[in-house]
């Protein structure tokens, strides 16, 4: 058993054991903090020149990820522009074709008006043999004023000549073509049993058999539609693919792979200038 003073004695080694303790452990604290301190200055100033491996190996990986990335966007760069380059080359080429193809189809509709307007001159001709020089003359001589004083002048006599036995008239030369008129049209309307037929008009031959019925073409025992995707051919030319999307009476529409549009005359199928086939690509 200790008593009263041994107890306090004690009591006081043991606070001044704990305070000498607590005085080691501050000691230590700070001394380790200044190390701390200027390992992290040591390391700052490593980063700020550039020197610290920690700074330096993700630096190098952002540098290397940086030469891809410009690398991937030059070459990506230079195939756009090489993109637009045919994009325009192609969009120039669709363009002259589609002006060679609307001056061509021009052409043959201007050709076949033409031939239309020919045959049905030759039709003319044949039916009624009278040259326009007669109705000219009369119709100057009508305009021209007669002199109320001037003694009455004999009138010409005036005679059509016609393959058949020609008649000698005492009228009028404007009346007696059109009397001439009207008797060969009669003629015309009352059939073959009473008026020689006269020469038939040759007509061109179609070589390919083609028509539209109902929208849909009828070509060489094959039907096409409407959305159909075919084929196009033509002497002395590459054939070129288009889809139809309007299909008349007498023409037929599609539309190029390049977006173009252009049209197709039955009458041209027919007589074997163009010439399709279905696509089955």
């Known amino acids: 058993e200790m008593d009263d003073e041994d107890c306090e004695r004690r009591r006081m080694e043991?606070?001044?054991?704990?305070?000498?303790?607590?005085?080691?452990?501050?000691?230590?604290k700070d001394q380790l903090y200044k190390e701390r301190l200027?390992?992290?200055?040591a390391k700052l100033q490593e980063v700020i020149a550039?020197?610290?491996?920690?700074?330096?190996?993700?630096?190098?990986a952002l540098q290397e990820n940086m030469q891809i990335r410009t690398k991937v966007a030059g070459i990506y760069r230079e195939l756009c522009l090489e993109s637009v380059k045919n994009k325009y080359e192609c969009e120039?080429?669709?363009?002259r074709q589609h002006c060679e193809s609307e001056k061509l189809l021009l052409y043959d509709t201007v050709q076949s008006e033409l031939e239309e307007k020919i045959r049905r001159l030759e039709e003319d001709r044949h039916s009624?043999?009278?040259t326009s020089e007669l109705w000219n003359d009369e119709l100057q001589s009508r305009k021209k004023r007669k002199d109320p004083f001037?003694?009455?002048?004999?009138?010409?006599?005036?005679?059509?000549?016609?393959?058949?036995p020609y008649i000698v008239y005492m009228l009028q030369d404007l009346d007696i073509l059109e009397d001439w008129t009207t008797i060969r049209k009669a003629m015309a309307t009352l059939g073959p049993h009473r008026v020689k037929p006269e020469p038939p008009v040759k007509l061109e031959k179609h070589l390919h058999s083609a028509r539209s019925e109902e929208g849909r073409l009828y070509y060489d025992g094959e039907w096409y539609g409407r959305g159909q995707?075919?084929?196009?051919?033509?002497k002395d030319e590459c054939p070129t693919s288009a889809t139809?999307?309007?299909?008349?009476?007498?023409?037929?529409?599609f539309k190029r792979p390049d977006g173009s549009k252009s049209k197709l005359y039955i009458s041209q199928l027919q007589k074997g200038k163009y010439s399709i086939k279905h696509n089955h690509n």
């Open 92 to 95: 120039i080429q669709a363009s």
């Open 50 to 60: 550039g020197k610290a491996p920690e700074y330096l190996e993700p630096l190098a």
């Open 229 to 234: 995707t075919i084929c196009i051919d033509k």
């Open 128 to 130: 009624i043999d009278i």
């Open 150 to 164: 001037s003694p009455d002048k004999k009138k010409p006599v005036f005679s059509l000549t016609f393959s058949r």
């Open 244 to 253: 139809i999307t309007t299909i008349n009476h007498d023409e037929v529409w």
């Open 14 to 28: 043991c606070l001044d054991e704990m305070s000498n303790l607590e005085k080691q452990f501050t000691d230590l």
């Open 38 to 41: 200027s390992q992290v200055d």
